[in-house]
């Protein structure tokens, strides 16, 4: 900016009406569906209807032109876009139809048409015409929801009077044009607007010969188009009270669908949770058939071997002898624990069961290997090794089947926790919180009061981040430094705290004004209008190079030197400080004439055009007519000679 020009913020919605700006991106930082003021992932289509809706009211109440277009660009009407968002955290996508079906929007929007194209730059360009055809025939702005799974952006076509202005609304953040949150994107034309969204909505082209991904690429491949137009009228208070008890009825259904699905889900988990132990008695069962089946299994055998005379049921009585071999054999197997030899008190698997019947049949042999002896109740008997064998076989069957209801037991017990740690896990699911620990005080805190810093991700609560915000801004100091990151040397990139996470900590309105007021000073300069006493960020190169500052406020326009800080009439004479361009100019305008002696204005007020210089030292005689010098001199006669030769080449009265 060249020295002695004026500072005047540019009407940026002026240019856009006027076609001359191009490509127009309006972004606020931290506003977007995945910020705490949007909603979530699947939000965009419940931002992009609210966006049409609000857009369309604008131009009901009747703004027009750059006026809509200022207001669509005030961080407000961002916020009043996203707000429906805030209550909506569902990770399912709602189709716009479904959407539409809510009587804030059936009431105020009305689908004209519905289209399905490929995603290619000559479908956009023709869907975007009809929307322009629309427009200029109805006189008034139409939007579009475009919908690309899992993707959905509003266009508006606003109703101008001069050249063409497409509103293009994205509420997901984009790397390229605005990573910082959602954005409003005003295109001049059809073809620049197409364009835009055939980029946007670009996709490779060989997915569609991946016969895996067939579906799911035709779904990239294709958009859908609603076109919405306002309803004619807002309705009367009659229609607006029922819009109000529709909309009260069918939440009042859904809560009803929700208390009784949320009791079938409590009928079907009791269900559950009842054949999930039949399921387990009946597995107890058969374990404990198999174990009967056993002991059915060994007793077979026994009775089989006495009938053949090969293996012989234990004597009731055995000696000492016995005894001893039959502790030696079964130190080599596995023991008993006391509780479940406790709870098999009915069983006896000792060879010393003082309980069992004497068996009386058979024949009584010596042994010369082993020398046991076995007597009856009645007379002592002699066992051989195979007799022993016999009754070890016995002993092992009943060690087999204690085993079994042993780990029936145990085999209940653990389902029985296992079915209970399950069903702790599953609560613990949907109730456990998502916890951190604070990089200041070091407690854990529940990450709904998380205060993340970027870039580095420390992070801290919101208490703590509070207090450290507010003591480097009452200190002045800018920019705040992550407090973790202050105390690592050697982090090349340390996190700051930017504005989104300084709305989030409940700064008061003072501390949040010197916080901006930091924030803008490192590039623009605070200027105060004396005339309508505002204040206003101007950048500050320009402003040191500015000779005369303008209040850029719209209807103010005051004017007033940098220097001397006098005011400055637009269009007015050349400023200067001490007054002479403005007697100058004055001068010019008035026809008054310079002493050609001492520089003195002169005014004729009336007479000859001889003018005689009264100040001091001077006495020059000039004439008013020409402005030329005639004499300097004090001599009446020198005067009288030369005033006789001036005038006879110039005229000394001046005749109107």
């Not at 090794?385 to 009754?391: E, K, L, N, S």
């Not at 207090?467 to 340390?494: F, Q, T, W």
């Not at 403005?582 to 026809?591: F, I, P, T, V, Y």
Request: charged share 25%.
């Amino acid at each position: 900016m060249a020295r002695g020009d004026v500072v005047k913020t540019p009407d940026v919605p002026e240019m856009i009406m006027a076609g001359s700006m191009g490509e127009v991106v309006v972004s606020h930082a931290g506003r977007s569906q995945y910020s705490r003021i949007g909603g979530g992932v699947s939000a965009c289509g419940l931002a992009a209807l609210n966006c049409a809706r609000v857009i369309l009211d604008m131009e009901r109440t009747g703004l027009r032109n750059e006026n809509i277009i200022r207001e669509i660009m005030k961080r407000e009407t961002l916020e009043e876009v996203l707000r429906p968002c805030l209550s909506w955290s569902r990770p399912a996508h709602l189709d716009v139809e479904e959407i539409y079906k809510a009587p804030v929007f059936n009431k105020s929007l009305k689908l004209v048409m519905f289209a399905y194209e490929h995603s290619g730059l000559g479908e956009f360009t023709q869907i975007l015409s009809h929307l322009s055809n629309h427009t200029r025939d109805t006189r008034s702005s139409t939007c579009a929801i475009i919908t690309r799974p899992p993707e959905i952006v509003a266009c508006v076509k606003l109703a101008t009077n001069k050249s063409d202005v497409f509103v293009i609304f994205d509420s997901h953040p984009r790397p390229q044009k605005h990573p910082n949150g959602a954005a409003f994107i005003f295109q001049p034309s059809v073809v620049a607007a197409a364009s835009y969204l055939a980029e946007l909505f670009s996709y490779d082209d060989r997915l569609l010969m991946d016969s895996s991904v067939q579906w799911q690429a035709q779904l990239l491949a294709h958009f859908s188009a609603h076109i919405f137009t306002a309803r004619d009228t807002m309705g009367t208070t009659a229609e607006l009270a029922e819009a109000v008890l529709e909309a009260s009825l069918e939440v009042l259904n859904l809560r009803a669908r929700v208390l009784e699905l949320e009791s079938h889900a409590g009928d079907l988990e009791v269900e559950n949770t009842q054949l999930s132990e039949d399921v387990t008695r009946l597995e107890d069962d058969i374990m404990e058939l198999k174990a009967k089946n056993l002991r059915n299994d060994s007793r077979l055998r026994k009775s089989e071997g006495a009938a053949n005379g090969e293996l012989i049921p234990p004597a009731a009585h055995c000696t000492n002898n016995l005894s001893s071999i039959s502790e030696k054999v079964r130190g080599k197997m596995p023991a008993i624990p006391t509780e479940r030899a406790s709870q098999s008190s009915p069983r006896s698997y000792g060879l010393n069961d003082r309980s069992a019947k004497p068996w009386n049949g058979g024949s009584r042999q010596a042994s010369s290997r082993t020398g046991l002896n076995c007597s009856s109740s009645d007379e002592p008997m002699d066992m051989d090794d195979f007799t022993v064998a016999a009754i070890l076989l016995t002993q092992a069957d009943q060690l087999k089947d204690a085993d079994a209801m042993y780990a029936a037991e145990q085999q209940r017990k653990f389902d029985e926790e296992d079915h209970y740690l399950k069903r702790q896990m599953h609560d613990l699911k949907y109730t456990a919180l998502d916890v951190f620990e604070c990089g200041i005080c070091f407690d854990q805190f529940n990450r709904d009061v998380v205060a993340e810093v970027e870039p580095c991700g420390h992070r801290f609560c919101r208490e703590c981040a509070r207090n450290y915000a507010v003591s480097k801004v009452e200190g002045h100091r800018y920019p705040i430094p992550c407090p973790l990151c202050m105390g690592d040397k050697a982090r090349k990139d340390p996190g700051a705290i930017d504005d989104s996470l300084i709305q989030q900590l409940g700064l008061s309105e003072k501390q949040y004004a010197i916080f901006v007021e930091m924030q803008m000073a490192a590039f623009s300069i605070i200027l105060h209008c004396r005339k309508c006493e505002n204040s206003v960020f101007v950048d500050k190169q320009e402003y040191e190079a500015a000779k005369i500052l303008v209040c850029p406020l719209q209807g103010c326009n005051y004017a007033w030197c940098k220097a001397c800080s006098q005011k400055i009439e637009i269009g007015g004479p050349q400023h200067s400080c001490d007054g002479s361009a403005e007697l100058k100019h004055l001068m010019d305008q008035k026809g008054w004439k310079y002493c050609p002696g001492c520089q003195t204005p002169a005014e004729k007020i009336d007479g000859c055009n001889h003018m005689t210089c009264m100040s001091p030292g001077c006495n020059t005689h000039f004439c008013y007519g020409c402005g030329e010098a005639i004499t300097q001199s004090i001599r009446r006669q020198e005067i009288h000679s030369d005033l006789s030769a001036h005038y006879r080449r110039c005229r000394l009265f001046d005749y109107t």
